[in-house]
């Protein structure tokens, strides 16, 4: 489930690695962690020497797998791994789905992959889509709300693991440019009816223009 990113998007599969799992694994759909989709990640090992799929020998997501006599499985899992951003690192990109172990009602998606598909995500271990490039549309809990984070900005890595913070162009030397902020707006519920993203009060939204090449610059002394 898409917490900090909103549907709308536009961005071209070439623009996408499908080869890093998040190392950071939410709990469930509601878990607003650095598993969420719409948050910043950065490569935290990509050790190609690896196998393609690693073979955990034994693994808490598959509970008690050593029952003696019987065969246990292993949990295959992609040795790539992404993390989320910081400050300083160059950044790959904005994770498209949310990494979670189990449903809504705590029941693990490991034997529903369909409802897994249908919360738009993925399981522990497995490969998260991470868009390098496009044009995005935020949560405000994908960034930190400042008085900076306006139309015409450039996005940067926030001081908070995995989200944006927003800089005039003129302040950018020591930081990593992501982007640029195209469009604010705020949420309300109205007519009587509740607004998912609103809350209890205003929530604000974000138009982003992300492109992660820009934080490879070797002038960054971030």
């Known amino acids: 489930m898409a ?3 909103y549907p709308f998007r536009q961005y071209s599969d070439h623009d996408v690695v499908n080869m890093f799992a ?17 948050v910043l990640v950065k490569v935290l090992s990509g050790d190609l020497k690896k196998d393609v799929i690693e073979f955990a020998a034994s693994s808490s ?6 029952y003696p006599f019987l065969g246990a499985d292993k949990y295959p899992q992609v040795p790539l791994r992404c993390i989320a951003a910081t400050t300083g690192a160059p950044v790959l990109g904005v994770t498209l789905n949310q990494t979670i172990k189990n449903d809504e ?31 995005f549309t935020f949560d405000e809990t994908a960034y930190t ?15 908070t693991d995995g989200k ?3 800089l005039s162009s003129d302040l950018i030397n020591l930081h990593r440019v992501i982007g640029h902020i195209l469009a604010t707006g705020n949420r309300t519920s109205q007519n009587g009816q ?13 138009m982003v223009h992300i492109d992660a090449s820009a934080s490879w610059s070797a002038s960054d002394n971030g």
């Not at 029941?107 to 995500?121: F, H, R, T, V, W």
């Not at 709300?145 to 001081?159: D, E, L």
């Open 22 to 38: 998040n190392q950071i694994v939410d709990d469930n759909p509601s878990t607003d962690g650095n598993g969420s989709a719409g």
């Open 61 to 66: 997501y598959l509970g008690k797998t050593d």
């Open 145 to 159: 709300k400042s008085a900076t984070f306006i139309p015409g900005n450039v996005a940067v890595v926030s001081a």
């Open 105 to 135: 009602n705590g029941e693990k998606l490991i034997y529903n992959p369909i409802k897994a598909d249908e919360l738009q995500a993925v399981l522990s271990g497995q490969a998260v889509p991470v868009a390098t490039k496009g044009l």
């Open 164 to 166: 944006m913070d927003g």
């Open 3 to 5: 917490l900090r990113l």
């Open 194 to 206: 509740s607004d998912e993203f609103a809350g209890t009060g205003t929530a604000q939204y974000a």
